[in-house]
DNA sequence: CTAACTAGGATAAGATCGGTCTGCGTTTTA
DNA sequence: TAAAACGCAGACCGATCTTATCCTAGTTAG
């Protein structure tokens, strides 16, 4: 029918683990390896996050992003918007107003309204883009934290801590 | 957010077309001139509608296509299935057995179920296909029933039957 | 100063989309 | 009986989108 590209996946995944890192900022290259995903290409998703106010972006060394505002106040919807831009699930050619019989110019009530066709399509788009209003940040991540054992959590930590230390200790690239 | 092709456009306007025609075939070429449509792209979309059972061909010389069904049996959705072929609105990667801490093998708890972004987006997708299963032909092929005065269905008769007499009367390519 | 950050542009492979053209089989009709 | 009008299938083409990768420039902590 239509697709959602995966830039929103990886989007909506980065975001779930800055809800988890409580203020914190995670760089995009920390966010891409720890779930495995192209850190250039999430680098290049993060700044239309960042343009939609959802995320805060700090610069330079121990920099990143977080969360610009409370997870529950950040929909599947802004998120989706934000990467993709807003473009409308139909986009009417006005073909009602090309019958042969109309000649040059279409008579006033052909083309005055919106189309029949595309009324049924907005009805569609509208009944998709409330779903995704309604559901939050918060409710994908309190979903998580149920079904996460409460060590997982501690392994991150680890993981992340490993990160932090392996920059500033060795002052160079880890081992291979 | 996610687009619907004007192969979807053409189509259903295609078939409105073949509401008011009250079971006379009417050809790809007809319907195509008829709208100012490409007669060659729209030749391309009838058979998707004729393998899902929207629309009966008749080969042959005055051939072309009727409903197969009645007009208020006709949903929207089986005309965008059936011409872009269901394809999921999400298809998702499952980024969230991928953490870094996992390892190679992910625990059970991480991937078990529907992933929660995943069941978002299934929500949302059903909300949408729920919106176009809940409109039909009939309902829009109605409303422009009532805004197109009588005259119109006139003209349109009228310009048909100069296509057929053209063809029949004259055994050759219409004047320049 | 340097390494770790973000921001943004250039580029490229692959897929999809809108559209054209050709060739083939079927059916009516002159 | 042959031409013309039809449907059907596939090859092709250019434009655009998606998913990347790489490179440069500017910013900041240690």
Redesign the pocket.
Known sequence: MA?M???VE?GIHCLLWLVGNDGA??????LADLQG?????L??I??KL??AGIVA?????????RLAREPKDISFLDIVDAI?GR?PLFDCQEVRGRCAVFGDAAPRWATSGVCGVHAAMLKAEKAMRDSLAATSLADVATGFGKVAPAEFFGDVSEWIGE??SG??T????PPP
Chains 1, 2 share one sequence.
Request: proline share 7%; charged share 30%; net charge positive.
């Open positions: 697709h590209t995966v830039s990886y900022p995670m760089s995009s290259r920390d995903i192209s850190p250039s290409f680098a290049k993060f700044p960042e343009k972006a700090s610069e330079g060394v121990r920099g990143g992003y993709e473009k990160r932090m920059r500033t060795r002052t160079g690239k």
